[in-house]
């Protein structure tokens, strides 16, 4: 033993010293005669969702880095026998070769499998065997320390803590230490279970952890297969260095820091956290996961609740490919310093900040969302929807591409209005293309509004028309350049585009609906914005061009700033009304022979529609709300806008290639009721 002895001279200083007990090894027990296959053949439940995600580049390092062995399942102790460990405060009784007991330390130092049993209340086991694979079987232990880590990994090639199936297994750490997270004096007393080597946990029993400092960390790689796992903490629930693989189990985690984390100044080569399966209640006083290099949720199902920071976080890359997620959180709720691609699962949000924020880029290629409150949506400077099915609820912008961050995102930075939120389990307008080629929004596919962490119904955002929200005091606000679209931040030139090609978004903003302080391409998919009721902010708002080729888009706002789009082989249209017309409203769009063309229903005031759809062509049509005809009207141009009673109309800005800096906007005359 290299350092054990500093440890075992620490609990003799409090403790009287017991018998040193050895006993010879019960060599006609094999692992699978004593344990069962239940114990020791942990399965590897790796069954990732499919998603475009396995380019990214640190996916790829992260995958090359996680491999199983047959330590991790258990299979390698098959032929090994086992020694067994009774634990009790008057004796510790050990039958079997490789341990040994020095007042309540319980060393093991040979590679091996332990089955540990029995209680101490003040005392630890020890593991100091070089290059050594351990499998620690806990069947119904109780340990308590004071003084330092209940389970303490000296030196090993791997432990694999296994939970002996129906055990009831408790750690308890009363060390008020939470601080010391990295202090190399103190290293054993961190973590009720400190590892300074790989460590792996399974089995299908239950581990309690109770403590004042962290819960379980591995200076290595951190595994968990399987288990019930309850963590009650001061700081950190589970962490290792280089990466933390989940594959399975339960767990319950209260965190008075992180969750789940994985942090190193050595990026690239650690940091690096994925979920592939299990059950999760997080409440976490700081990040719920955050993995410094990669966070991957690719399966599983996560109850994330954080008081302070963000729900799933990392500095890097975020990949999202599975799994059902629930934050509720009060920072972002989705965040990473880099990119973010969400390719899979199913999200349902409530954040004080931002739903989805990346500093870099936000891909979001498939998967289900329901954002039910946030101050913004998506939030990056480059933004991409390829695919996905879902609906946002922004107190501020809907989808921002705000060049890195500013504050008040694109266009002016205009204040923000008031809005009303969708109708619970309906699919918010329920407006339909008829005959389409375009996939209409379907309202079974889209998560319902009830706030599944929680079971409640989440209330309304407040309806202020007149002032903008204010941004929560712990977002960070980057300099920026409105007239560019650019992030001058450290000089670090990002350009502002949001592009849209595929997938159903339903958007409701008290700002802008979709904002970008550059470009907005879309050239497929389904949009439709609910946007601001004031004059100070638009359902679409760009600050170079919004270009459309394809796809439909149905966007319904106040006139005051609005703007059109430029439509490039396909036909777009904007009508502004003479008066506001109340939330509930149904627009239709009839051709010639009074067949339905659109149909649009605002769940909020509004007084100017864009619409652009495969189903307008040149030709005649008529305009009705609520089944009152308005007027009729010629499309002849690939952009045609008129008011309500049918006269020509040219005032929302992007007409005509755009007015002012780039097609940027410009005050139109409102309605009067607006004025």
């Known amino acids: 033993m290299r350092h054990n002895s500093l440890i075992i001279k620490k609990y003799i200083s409090v403790l009287a010293v017991s018998a040193l007990i050895l006993c010879g090894c019960n060599n006609t027990k094999s692992i699978d005669e004593t344990n069962g296959s239940s114990d020791t053949n942990i399965q590897d439940t ?36 086992v020694c067994t460990i009774s634990l009790s405060d008057n004796e510790i009784k050990i039958s079997g070769d490789g341990a040994s007991s020095l007042s309540s330390v319980v060393t093991v130092s040979k590679e091996g499998v332990y089955r540990i049993s029995g209680s101490l209340t003040e005392g630890c086991i020890v593991v100091d065997a070089a290059d050594s694979y351990v499998n620690l079987i806990f069947d119904n232990v109780n340990l308590h320390s004071s003084k330092g880590s209940p389970v303490y990994v000296e030196d090993a090639k791997k432990v694999l803590i296994t939970l002996a199936d129906g055990s009831d297994n408790s750690l308890t750490d009363k060390t008020a230490n939470s601080s010391a997270e990295d202090n190399s004096e103190n290293e054993s007393s961190t973590a009720a279970i400190y590892s300074k080597d790989n460590l792996t946990i399974g089995g299908s029993g239950t581990l309690n952890i109770t403590g004042n400092c962290n819960g379980v960390i591995s200076k290595n790689q951190l595994k968990v297969m399987s288990g019930i796992i309850n963590i009650d903490v001061a700081n950190n629930a589970l962490r290792g260095k280089e990466y933390v693989t989940v594959y399975d189990g339960t767990f319950k985690i209260k965190a008075g820091n992180n969750a789940i984390k994985s942090y190193t100044d050595n990026t690239e080569t650690a940091g690096f956290i994925k979920i592939l399966g299990g059950t999760y209640d997080i409440n976490a006083a700081d990040n719920g996961i955050y993995g410094e290099y990669l966070t991957e949720i690719a399966g599983g199902v996560l109850n994330i609740t954080t008081d302070n920071k963000k729900g799933i976080k990392s500095c890097y ?106 109708k619970d389990g309906e699919f918010p307008g329920g407006n339909r293309l008829p005959d389409s080629d375009i996939n209409s929004p379907d309202t079974e596919n889209v998560p319902g509004n009830k706030d599944s962490v929680n079971n409640n119904t989440t209330a309304s955002p407040a309806n202020n028309e007149n002032s903008r929200p204010e941004k929560p005091e712990n977002s960070t606000v980057e300099s920026q350049d409105n007239t560019t679209g650019k992030d001058n931040t450290d000089n670090n030139m990002i350009e502002s585009i949001i592009t849209i090609s595929g997938g159903n978004h339903i958007i409701y903003a ?120 308005l007027c009729t009207f010629t499309i002849s141009e690939a952009s045609t806008g008129i008011t309500s009673d049918g006269s020509p109309y040219s005032g929302g800005g992007g007409f005509g290639g755009g007015h002012g800096n780039g097609g940027g906007r410009f005050e139109n005359n409102p309605p009067a009721d607006e004025r």
């Open 46 to 81: 790796n069954n990732e969702t499919s998603g475009d995600v396995t380019s990214d580049y640190a996916s790829m390092k992260l995958d090359t880095k996680v491999t199983n062995d047959k330590y991790d399942d258990g299979s390698a102790f098959s032929d090994f026998d």
């Open 317 to 422: 890359s975020l990949i999202i490919s599975g799994g059902t997620i629930n934050i509720n959180s009060k920072d972002d709720a989705i965040h990473s310093d880099g990119d973010i691609n969400i390719a899979g699962g199913n999200l349902t949000i409530n954040t004080e900040d931002d739903a989805v924020h990346a500093e870099n880029s936000l891909t979001i290629s498939d998967g289900e969302y329901n954002i039910l409150s946030c101050y913004e949506g998506f939030e990056a400077p480059s933004i991409t929807l390829s695919g996905g099915i879902g609906t946002l609820v922004a107190k501020d912008d809907g989808i921002n591409a705000n060049g890195g961050g500013n504050e008040f995102g694109g266009g002016m930075g205009r204040p923000g209005g008031g809005m009303e939120r969708p």
């Open 510 to 629: 008290d700002g802008d609906g979709i904002d970008s302080n550059g470009k907005i391409i879309m050239t497929g998919g389904f949009v439709e914005v609910h946007g601001p009721a004031n004059n100070g902010n638009g359902a679409l708002d760009y600050n170079e061009s919004f270009t459309i080729t394809g796809g439909t888009l149905l966007a319904a706002g106040s006139s005051g700033m609005a703007q059109f789009v430029t439509p490039d082989g396909c036909y777009a249209l904007m009508v502004n009304f003479n008066s506001t017309q109340p939330k509930g409203t149904i627009v239709t769009i009839n051709d010639k022979s009074g067949s339905q063309v659109v149909s649009f229903t605002s769940e909020k005031n509004f007084s100017n529609i864009v619409v652009c759809s495969p189903n307008l062509s040149s030709g005649e049509y008529s305009l009705l709300t609520d089944s009152n005809s």
